[in-house]
């Protein structure tokens, strides 16, 4: 199971680099850039939707699931890629949008040219409710009616995401089959795997009753992308998505089909499946469902602490079935970015090493993503020019509704649009960040700290700089088999400031310690007879049975 012991980094193609000069990322951009990965240490790309797509969902509204998105190359660029990483010892997996197409997907197409059409049951289609209206009272995740009027053939068509995002009839075997020979498409090719995308909504119950519950588009919304942040505790917004469940999402079918598409990944030799959820139902018995998933419980939090953290992977490490995993992330393409979700706003630059060191020593695999390892912050929107993110968009026209002012939504899409974690990678300090010619406008506009040390040249010649902080990291996870494959067990005071915990295999026992604050943590232990591998306090040595840990630590020593 080489996904244990991997470092995966997930790439935004649109904004990752630009190798044609236009202003968005490409796939010939991630193969000028693979040999920094290298260096970097990162075992597995993740890439994020480079399908052909409308882009209404930035590339979550796929088009054709067996081609690439001309903005960002040809197939052949795409092979090109892959060969490439696999010569370097990277693996690469992709995003797989199973719950829904693009509308403009041809498959879709057909599927409204009539209700005679073979493809008619492709989608979910039904008639207008008793009232002439909708067939009942669902509503899309991100507001409004889930319903989409089609006035040539008569009936609506279902949307869990956007209008133009229609879901897919997985309970037509045709559906299944199309879906499961894209997917071999990419593993022929050579793909490691995928990552399996909004699993949890593929089913819906097929009696189609109304929710009993009342629902609000405004507080769903800005639960969902707010939640994280302040305006709800993760409790409430758990509780805000229970009318979704067992109606629109979470039917137990999903399980079964998880077992079908497990089969079919399995006649591939040393293939992934890791499905967008931190439901451990999905991994089965550990061999029949998805090889693992995410635990996103750290993410949830406003901010990390050693009380968090120890809860949490006891919760993990107790739960996991035998044979299956989990990875741990702090940020992705949907979240903000772990400089500004977990920094205090005086001791940023700290906090993001302690999450470095959290993300690359504790069990299960790290799930980086771009910049994270520079220390990219999330980018408000100046304008409503500037928004990219549909949902941004969405969220606009119901304050409207709500009577909000544009000066309080753009307030507001500062902090939760999606596009303040989507912006293009500083590789340097020339305009555009090297990401983009200085005369070209980029998709996205460029964070301007680039020009102040946040970019990956001046950061790679600063062996002090977070970029090394990444790579001494990585590196020394790699080469320890105790921080790869150990098990995990706490030894710091239930009460400390500081986390403590021990990773250990038969061979070898390793001892990490992380401050979490701006203060000195006195820290009793038998130090005396270890052996230092790492220390942000540039200890080389320890001779003592008690050490005063520096503000913001991190301390790695191997017992002998």
């Given at each position: ?343 205090d706003g005086v001791h940023d630059a700290e906090l993001a090493r302690v999450s470095a060191a959290l993300m ?47 000066e309080q939504i753009l307030k507001d899409l500062a902090t939760f649009s999606r596009d303040r974690c989507r ?13 983009s010619p200085a005369d070209v406008q980029t998709w996205l506009p460029v964070h301007d700290s680039y020009a ?109």
């Amino acid at each position: 199971m080489w996904w244990k012991n991997a470092v995966v980094y997930q790439i935004y193609p649109r904004s990752f680099a630009d190798a044609n000069g236009d202003g968005i990322g490409d796939i010939p951009g991630i193969t000028s850039k693979l040999d920094y990965l290298k260096w970097l240490g990162v075992d597995v790309l993740w890439i994020s939707p480079h399908y052909p797509s409308p882009q209404v969902d930035v590339g979550y509204d796929v088009a054709d699931y067996t081609d690439v998105n001309p903005e960002y190359g040809s197939l052949d660029d795409f092979r090109t890629m892959l060969n490439e990483a696999h010569a370097r010892g990277i693996r690469v997996i992709l995003d797989m949008v199973l719950n829904h197409t693009s509308d403009l997907h041809r498959w879709f197409i057909d599927s409204k040219s009539s209700k005679d059409n073979p493809k008619r049951d492709w989608y979910v289609w039904k008639d207008p409710g008793k009232d002439g209206g909708t067939p009942n009272n669902w509503d899309s995740i991100f507001g409004g009616s889930a319903w989409e009027w089609d006035e040539a053939t008569g009936q609506y068509y279902y949307h869990y995401f956007l209008k133009e995002q229609p879901d897919l009839n997985w309970r037509n075997p045709e559906v299944e089959k199309a879906m499961f020979d894209s997917m071999r498409f990419w593993l022929d090719m050579g793909v490691d795997g995928f990552r399996l995308d909004a699993i949890g909504t593929i089913f819906e119950d097929t009696g189609y009753p109304d929710h009993k519950s009342p629902y609000n588009a405004y507080d769903a919304i800005k639960a969902f992308w707010l939640g994280k942040e302040g305006d709800f505790d993760p409790e409430e917004v758990s509780q805000r998505f229970q009318w979704h469940f067992g109606l629109q999402q979470d039917l137990p079918e999903i399980h079964d089909l998880m077992k079908r598409m497990r089969q079919m990944i399995d006649e591939y030799d040393d293939r992934l499946l890791v499905g967008e959820t931190s439901d451990l139902k999905y991994l089965g018995k550990g061999d029949n469902q998805l090889h693992a998933v995410f635990n996103f419980d750290l993410l949830a939090k406003n901010r990390l602490s050693p009380e968090i953290v120890r809860q949490n992977q006891q919760k993990w490490l107790v739960s996991v079935p035998h044979g299956a995993w989990f990875g741990n992330t702090l940020n992705n393409h949907d979240q903000s970015r772990t400089k500004t979700h977990y920094g205090d706003g005086v001791h940023d630059a700290e906090l993001a090493r302690v999450s470095a060191a959290l993300m690359l020593t504790l069990s299960g695999t790290p799930y980086l993503y771009y910049g994270e390892e520079i220390g990219m912050k999330d980018y408000a929107v100046q304008s409503f020019d500037e928004v990219r993110d549909m949902v941004a968009a969405v969220y606009r026209r119901l304050m409207r509704e709500d009577g909000r002012s544009d000066e309080q939504i753009l307030k507001d899409l500062a902090t939760f649009s999606r596009d303040r974690c989507r912006t293009p990678m500083q590789w340097d300090d020339a305009p555009n960040a090297g990401f983009s010619p200085a005369d070209v406008q980029t998709w996205l506009p460029v964070h301007d700290s680039y020009a102040q040390g946040v970019n990956v040249a001046q950061q790679k010649q600063d062996e002090t700089s977070l970029l090394h902080f990444f790579r001494t990291l990585i590196h020394l996870r790699k080469t320890t088999p105790a921080l790869l494959e150990g098990s995990y067990a706490q030894i710091d005071p239930e009460s400390s400031e500081y986390l403590a915990y021990l990773r250990q295999t038969d061979d070898q026992t390793c001892a990490v310690f992380i401050n979490f604050t701006p203060d000195a943590q006195p820290v009793a232990y038998r130090f005396n007879g270890t052996k230092v591998l790492f220390s942000s306090g540039n200890r080389s040595s320890i001779d003592s049975v008690t050490i005063d840990l520096q503000p913001f630590e991190v301390l790695i020593v191997e017992l002998l």
